[in-house]
């Protein structure tokens, strides 16, 4: 399959759309933190929760693929940066342990996960099913992003312990309610309202679409308590898509 490399205005600008969207949400966080008082934990869930909201612009290149280097420029952006270097946005994301050790590696992982499932559907001529891993970043970005706020609020005297990561049912629960409603948004962003693979002929294939959507919220439920402290910007979101784009194929509603 020959790739078109051609680069038109259109994809030009959509890119810088998407480059200003996650540097916003950059800020914002950065902001939240110096005006309003507002602790690294919360400033961090921000850019955890939004700032992967960027594939959102997918469906508006002329040549899809180049949406990869949005999330690679932000993937290089945060391999490099440290307390010495954009130290203000540094400080947003960064755990305690990453003050230690001078990286961001959760949101590293996190945009190079973005980056490569980005990269494998855009460049692969497989935007017409982008919405699997458009639905497996989501589950990261949402699904993973509510699970330790509301596991800390609801359920911090019932933890337990795995691998260096403390889970409670309440924040494993909050995981897969909020990775099955990132996956029904994004189906239908990207599988109905702009692609249409999942309304062929105009008949919207409810049914298969639960059906995946629920094995890629088991999935990532699963996969995330099972991950070792700091791995499941990894893990999460390539068990998820791998799980979705099977049962897709099983069901008929991807067909290579």
Not at 153 to 162: A, C, L, R, S
Not at 234 to 245: D, E, N, R, S
Request: aromatic letters at 14%.
């Amino acid at each position: 399959m020959q790739i078109d490399l051609v680069i038109t205005l259109q994809d030009i600008v959509v890119f810088f759309i998407a480059v200003l969207y996650a540097l916003l949400t950059l800020i914002v966080a950065d902001i939240a933190r110096r005006k309003l008082n507002v602790g690294s934990e919360f400033t961090r869930r921000i850019v955890h929760l939004f700032a992967g909201a960027a594939v959102w612009t997918v469906p508006y290149y002329t040549h899809s693929w180049v949406a990869t280097f949005v999330a690679l420029l932000f993937t290089v952006f945060l391999l490099t940066a440290g307390s010495d270097r954009f130290s203000k946005f540094f400080s947003a994301m960064a755990r305690p342990e990453d003050m230690e050790n001078n990286s961001v590696r959760g949101p590293f992982w996190y945009a190079l996960s973005i980056t490569v499932l980005t990269g494998i559907f855009t460049f692969g001529g497989l935007s017409a099913i982008y919405f699997i891993p458009a639905a497996a970043i989501h589950m990261m970005m949402w699904g993973d992003g509510m699970s330790a706020p509301i596991g800390m609020k609801f359920g911090e005297n019932h933890t337990i312990e795995i691998l260096g990561s403390k889970r409670s049912l309440q924040g494993t629960s909050a995981l897969f309610i909020f990775s099955f409603i990132g996956g029904l948004v994004t189906f239908w962003f990207f599988g109905i309202f702009n692609y249409q693979t999942l309304a062929p002929g105009g008949v919207v294939l409810w049914s298969e679409i639960i059906l995946i959507i629920l094995a890629g919220s088991i999935t990532a439920t699963i996969v995330e308590f099972v991950s070792p402290k700091g791995t499941d910007n990894i893990t999460l979101p390539y068990a998820a898509c791998a799980v979705m784009l099977i049962v897709a194929v099983m069901l008929g509603v991807v067909v290579f």
